[in-house]
Nanobody, 118 residues
Framework: QVQLVESGGGLVQAGGSLALSCAGS????????MGWFRQAPGKERELVAR???????YYADSVKGRFTISRDNAKNILSLQMNSLKPEDTAVYYC????????????WGQGIQVTVSS
């Protein structure tokens, strides 16, 4: 069964930290590019950070320097360390696995709420 399950969300005060994890139950986890997306109420879902199968990372300008994405292929886990959180970081965060555009194979987690209070 293919499944991505996020954990670690919750409520924190501005300036605080929170760590998200995504457990990927899928074959050949290391072959997927992995990413974190988020969607705030009334807004489009946006890419927050991604990490390639080779470990190259990308961050949205809004989170660069504050968030760190990482992966543990041996444990099939994607992580997002979020520091210096701001109220505008409040959103539902989604884990994504993408095998590549040519494969049309991609999966999404169910989403997890992150709320940053002011």
């Amino acid at each position: 069964q293919v499944q991505l399950v996020e954990s670690g969300g919750g409520l924190v005060q501005a300036g605080g930290s929170l760590a998200l994890s995504c457990a990927g139950s899928l074959p050949f986890f290391g072959n997927y590019a992995m990413g974190w997306f988020r969607q705030a109420p009334g807004k489009e879902r946006e890419l927050v950070a991604r990490i390639s199968s080779a470990g190259s990372t990308y961050y949205a300008d809004s989170v660069k320097g504050r968030f760190t994405i990482s992966r543990d292929n041996a444990k099939n886990i994607l992580s997002l360390q979020m520091n210096s959180l701001k109220p505008e970081d409040t959103a539902v965060y989604y884990c994504n696995a993408d095998l590549g555009p040519s494969t049309r194979i991609r999966f999404w987690g169910q989403g997890i709420q992150v709320t940053v209070s002011s």
